[in-house]
Each structure stands twice: as C-alpha cells, then as structure tokens.
C-alpha cells in the first residue's frame, strides 16, 4: 500500500502518543526521554549492523535495564520507524496502523529491556 509521507508521520505521532499515554506512570515518563524519529528505509549501517534490511523500526541505545549507576552519559536513545518497510508488508491502511503500534512498542521493549513475554504481561501486546 502507498500513504503520503504526511499522513504517515501523523500517523506514527499519533500512534507514539497513545501508546506512552497508555502505559503505566513510570514507564510513560522514561518513554518520554525516547526521540522517535521516521525514516523511508534504515540506513545502510543500521541494516548491516542488524543483519537486515526490512527492518520495520529500531531502537538504538542503552536499554535502562542495561544500565547502572556509574553509566557515562549517553547520547539520547532513538526509536526509528521505517515507513516503507511497513508500507509493504500491509494492504491498507488500518493494517498499517496496526503494525505501526506493534513496532512502537515492540522498540520500546528494547528500551526497557523488555523481551515479548515482558510486552504481553503488561497487556501491551
């Protein structure tokens, strides 16, 4: 399926907006610290670095779990969300505004430290 990259931002934002409202508190407001970025395709370093070029988002950073008092500053974590990737994987545009909320959270997972059964236990999947 095609969608204007406008709407598909607006989209993705929306998207990104309810699922950190839907959290509980103290994990909402570290989801805040998050910088989501929207990208056509992942570069070529985050494909190889991944193993993959369909990606549908990523998260880079240091997952909190990962990190300990004594942790040098780091620079802000980003989730990306590809928007062609997921553009090709879906037939219209509420499947793809549900893979877009699976993939929020799915890379926020990764920020957490969270794995799927972690995701699907606190009924985020």
């Known amino acids: ?3 204007e990259r406008n709407r598909f931002e607006s989209m993705v934002r929306g998207t990104i907006r309810s699922v950190i409202d839907a959290l509980p508190e103290d994990l909402r407001e570290r989801a805040r610290e998050v910088i989501f970025e929207i990208a056509d395709r992942p570069t070529r370093e985050q494909a190889e670095r991944e193993g993959a ?3 549908l988002g990523l998260y880079e950073g240091t997952s909190l779990i990962d990190r300990h008092i004594d942790f040098p500053p780091v620079s802000p974590d980003r989730i990306y969300i590809f928007r062609i990737p997921l553009m090709e994987m879906c037939r219209d545009e509420r499947e793809l505004r549900s893979e877009v909320r699976i993939t929020v959270i799915h890379e926020l997972g ?6 799927e059964p972690d995701l699907e236990r606190l009924g985020l999947l």
């Open 110 to 115: 990764h920020y957490f430290g969270f794995d």
């Open 53 to 55: 070029d369909d990606l």
């Open 1 to 3: 399926m095609r969608i």
